[in-house]
Each structure stands twice: as structure tokens, then as C-alpha cells.
């Protein structure tokens, strides 16, 4: 073979083997994933009263179930579909948790709300949400919680709470899902103001 030939032979190899990498990379391509997130829910005046000791949340505890980047839906009993498309923009519990802190704020007198990782004053009463838990068909999504509120050193439970509430799916995409859930929030940081704001 004359060494022309053998140039030819060469970098038509080295093209093929591009092409076929290129391919191969192009076939790999998976869809873009898309970002969801909470938000808070609008609320009328705060509700009234002449004191109020502080309160502060400072957990919101999710089923493991749920506490997954991807958003998860059941879809039949003991049959969940986990959206690899569709993620939270941050865990869950956090969102949550914000978007409560953001929704008790706005439904309690002013300065008796302490957000949550901030400092307390020591007469400062602190909130536990537990979610039982969460599902979603394709027309609504359903929320069992629970909160407790803790007082005096030692802290010790004053008060103990649950409540199942519902929002109707405007659509049954994560858009939709994270939608009821910011209303779900909403609704339940009215009960939860309701019930602390009389102690």
C-alpha cells in the first residue's frame, strides 16, 4: 500500500469512528428534566387577638415515600409512578417547611411567628408537622397531617392536631400536583393558626 493509500485508509477510520461516536452520544440523549416548586398561599388579615406568645416551626417531618427529588404520584393502591422528568427544585421537607413558614406568617399577629433556624426568645413555643401522607389521582390530591405545638422547659406537648385535607388538580402534571399542594399548605396553616392563636 503506497503511503497516499495509507493516509486515506487512516482518516477515513478516524472519521467513521467520530461518526460513530457522535451516533452513539446522540442516542444517549435523555428529555430535559423540569424544575417544580411551592408556593405560598394568600390569606386575609391575621388573626386577631391582644397577646400571643411566639411560636416557631421548626420541623415538617414527610413520609420517606415521598422525600425523593423526583415528584411522586400513587396512581393505584400500593402502586406508586415516580416522574424521572418532573423533580422538586429542593427536598421536599424544605419546601414544605418554607412555604408553611411563609403561609403562618401572613395568618398570625405580627411579630408572634419565628422563622424557622432563626433565634428565639426563650418564652418561644415550638411547632412539629408530621404528614401522614399524600396522594394524588387524577383529580385531586389528598394530605393527612399532623402538628403539635410544645411549651415550658421542659418542653412538653400542649396541644395535638390532625386534619385530611383536599385540593382539586387543575391538571395532573407536577405543575398541577405542586399547585394543590401550595393550596393544601395554605389551608392547613389556617387550621393551624385557628388552633394556636386562642393558647
Not at 398570625?108 to 433565634?119: I, N, Q, T
Not at 418542653?155 to 393544601?184: C, H, K, P
Request: with cysteine.
Amino acid at each position: 500500500m503506497t503511503r497516499h493509500a495509507s493516509r486515506f485508509v487512516s482518516r477515513t477510520t478516524s472519521r467513521l469512528a467520530l461518526l460513530v461516536v457522535m451516533s452513539v452520544a446522540g442516542c444517549g440523549h435523555s428529555p430535559a428534566t423540569h424544575y417544580v416548586t411551592l408556593n405560598a398561599a394568600p390569606s386575609g388579615a391575621p388573626l386577631a387577638t391582644t397577646h400571643m406568645a411566639p411560636v416557631q416551626l421548626t420541623a415538617v417531618h414527610i413520609p420517606a415515600v415521598l422525600d425523593r427529588p423526583e415528584v411522586v404520584t400513587q396512581v393505584a393502591p400500593n402502586r406508586l409512578a415516580v416522574d424521572d422528568g418532573n423533580h422538586w427544585g429542593a427536598p421536599l421537607a424544605q419546601m414544605m417547611r418554607r412555604t408553611l413558614a411563609q403561609d403562618l406568617t401572613t395568618r398570625l399577629p405580627a411579630g408572634a411567628f419565628v422563622f424557622p433556624d432563626a433565634p428565639a426568645p426563650p418564652d418561644t413555643r415550638t411547632l412539629v408537622v408530621t404528614v401522614l401522607d399524600a396522594e394524588a389521582d387524577t383529580k385531586t390530591l389528598t394530605l393527612q397531617a399532623g402538628w403539635t405545638l410544645l411549651s415550658g422547659q421542659p418542653a412538653r406537648a400542649t396541644l395535638t392536631r390532625e386534619v385530611t385535607l383536599t385540593s382539586a388538580l387543575t391538571s395532573s402534571d407536577a405543575t398541577g400536583q405542586a399547585a394543590a399542594l401550595s393550596q393544601i399548605l395554605g389551608e392547613l396553616a389556617d387550621r393551624i393558626a385557628a388552633s394556636i392563636v386562642v393558647r
